[in-house]
Structures are given as C-alpha cells and as structure tokens.
C-alpha cells in the first residue's frame, strides 16, 4: 500500500522518471512551501505588530496631549514669574509631566520595535510594570483599577520585545472587556513547578463564552465588533500571534474564563534554569 501511495506521489510531482526522482521533486516542493509558510507566518506578526502599534497611537494620543497641556501652562505661567519659589514649583510640575511623557514615548517606541533577541534571563517585574505604564493612560479614568503582583527577585528565560507584545495585547484585550462597566485588572508573576514561571493576565470582564474558548486562538477567529472607535473591533490574529510567540520562546498560553465574570490568560516560561 506504502508502495502505490509513492508510486502516485511520483507520477504526480516527478513524472516517469522514477521514485528518487519523484522523491527528490517532493521534497523540494515541500522545502519550498515551508519557506513560504514561514515568510506568511512573519508577515503575519509584523502585521500584528503594527496594529498593536495603531491601537496604541490612537489610545495614547489623547493622554500625550493630557502631558503637554500643564508643560506649556507651567511653561508659559514659570516665565511670567519673578519668585523663585513660584517660578521653581511651576518648573517642577512641568518637569513631572515631562518624565511622564518620555516614559511614554517610550512604551511606544518598544511596541513599535521589529528587534527581536534571543530568550535570556530577566526580572518579570518590571516588564509587567512596563506594560500597565504602556499606554500611558489613568486605568482609574475608565474606572479600571490596574495593579502588578511579583517578586523583585522572580526571573525567566523569555524574549522581552516578544513578552512586551504579548503582555501589551493581552491588557488592551482586558480593558476592552471591561470599558463602560469598569473593574479589576491583574498582572502576576510566580514561580511554577517545574522551575517554570507563571505568569497571569486577568480581568472582571464580560467574560468569553464557552462555545468560544476552545477557538480563540485560531487566526482569524474573533467576537469584536468593528465599531466607530479606532480602538475597537479585530482580525483575529492578535492572540494567534500572542500564542505563537510565547510557544516560540519554549512557553505555552492558556485561558479560563466565566460569562460576566472575567477571564484569565495562563502564560508559563521556562525559568533561570532553562538558560543555564
């Protein structure tokens, strides 16, 4: 039977010319449509990449002009002034809302980033700190209340242009499900068995019906709606792309979820101990 089925593969990719030939044939037309398959799969995620970036641009634009605002005021008000307390107070305020504007720009530029590295070992905590700082933006103005949980000494193996992606999406998801009802947003990081790190994203959100969980990492596959608002709606390849990424790195990604309850994306990665 093994024999007929190379026998027609050989008619139909080689010819006549006889099994090798027709195996060789195969071959290099199955090299050709991996390298093909790879290119898409790379596209894809620089796709990704840049409407990660776009989400974040349209997210973020108001708060930059939020910053700007009180820098000119304080500006214009300092330069008027004659007292030194005053004119010092007015620069320190100007000042503030200039750190906070560089560590906007920023998250910006590392979403916005194509470098990818390889895994190494790094501190959780301040990548998580970094992602809920990402989008410069007052979680409490959409009444979300945003908040980390790690150890400072709890490390992993990972790619951080790549986690920054992952973590960056899966937060824009979160505040979505939550928009216009408000709730709790959850970083953590902890140590697994294994020696792996597990890290978590959840949400008090509207939650992701059941019929849906086992689909939602499939490309292409997606329950928003295209809306009015630059920030809303998708293609379906975000978490697609989330869940490549974090496999690429020798991690895996999960989700658990409850219907008007909130979900949770379950992300472990090797630890220290996988670099050794």
Same mark, same amino acid.
């Given at each position: 039977?093994?024999?007929?089925?190379?026998?027609?593969?050989?008619?139909?990719?080689?010819?006549?010319?006889?099994?090798? +030939?027709?195996?060789?044939?195969?071959?290099?037309?199955?090299?050709?449509?991996?390298?093909?398959?790879?290119?898409?799969?790379?596209?894809?995620?620089?796709?990704?990449?840049?409407?990660?970036?776009?989400?974040?641009?349209? +997210?973020?634009?108001?708060?930059?002009?939020?910053?700007?605002?009180?820098?000119?005021?304080?500006?214009?008000?300092?330069?008027?002034?004659?007292?030194?307390?005053?004119?010092?107070? #007015?620069?320190?305020?100007? @000042?503030?809302?200039?750190?906070?504007?560089? #560590?906007?720009? @920023?998250?910006?530029?590392?979403?916005?980033?194509? !470098?990818? &590295?390889?895994?190494?070992?790094?501190?959780?905590?301040?990548?998580?700190?970094?992602?809920?700082?990402?989008?410069?933006?007052?979680?409490?103005?959409?009444?979300?209340?945003?908040?980390?949980?790690?150890?400072?000494?709890? !490390?992993?193996?990972?790619?951080?242009?790549?986690?920054?992606? !992952?973590?960056?999406?899966?937060?824009?998801?979160?505040?979505?499900?939550?928009?216009?009802?408000?709730?709790?947003?959850?970083?953590?990081?902890?140590?697994?068995?294994?020696?792996?790190?597990?890290?978590?994203?959840?949400? &008090?959100?509207?939650?992701?019906?059941?019929? @849906?969980?086992?689909?939602?990492?499939?490309?292409?596959?997606?329950?928003?709606?295209?809306? &009015?608002?630059?920030?809303?709606?998708?293609?379906?390849?975000?978490?697609?792309?989330?869940?490549?990424?974090?496999?690429?790195?020798?991690?895996?990604?999960?989700?658990?979820?409850? !219907?008007?309850?909130?979900?949770?994306?379950?992300?472990?990665?090797?630890?220290?101990?996988? @670099?050794?």
């Amino acid at each position: 039977m093994l024999d007929k089925d190379r026998s027609n593969i050989t008619e139909d990719v080689g010819g006549g010319d006889g099994p090798l +030939v027709g195996d060789v044939a195969l071959g290099r037309k199955l090299g050709l449509l991996e390298a093909q398959f790879s290119l898409l799969s790379d596209q894809v995620r620089e796709l990704q990449r840049l409407a990660s970036l776009g989400t974040m641009s349209a +997210v973020v634009a108001h708060e930059i002009n939020n910053l700007l605002t009180p820098m000119i005021s304080y500006g214009q008000f300092a330069a008027g002034q004659s007292n030194p307390d005053v004119w010092r107070k #007015a620069v320190d305020r100007a @000042n503030d809302s200039a750190v906070r504007l560089r #560590a906007l720009c @920023n998250g910006i530029l590392g979403i916005a980033s194509n !470098v990818r &590295t390889h895994p190494s070992v790094s501190a959780i905590k301040p990548l998580l700190e970094e992602t809920l700082y990402a989008l410069g933006r007052d979680w409490k103005k959409d009444k979300i209340d945003a908040a980390c949980e790690a150890e400072d000494s709890l !490390v992993a193996c990972f790619d951080t242009g790549a986690m920054r992606q !992952v973590l960056f999406n899966l937060s824009i998801n979160a505040r979505q499900a939550m928009m216009g009802r408000g709730g709790r947003l959850r970083l953590r990081a902890e140590a697994h068995h294994g020696g792996r790190v597990r890290l978590s994203v959840s949400d &008090t959100g509207m939650g992701i019906p059941p019929e @849906n969980l086992p689909r939602i990492f499939e490309p292409f596959f997606t329950t928003k709606r295209r809306e &009015t608002r630059s920030d809303s709606g998708g293609v379906g390849l975000g978490l697609y792309v989330c869940r490549c990424l974090v496999e690429e790195q020798g991690g895996s990604i999960a989700v658990e979820s409850r !219907v008007g309850e909130g979900t949770t994306f379950l992300i472990e990665l090797p630890g220290a101990a996988s @670099n050794a």
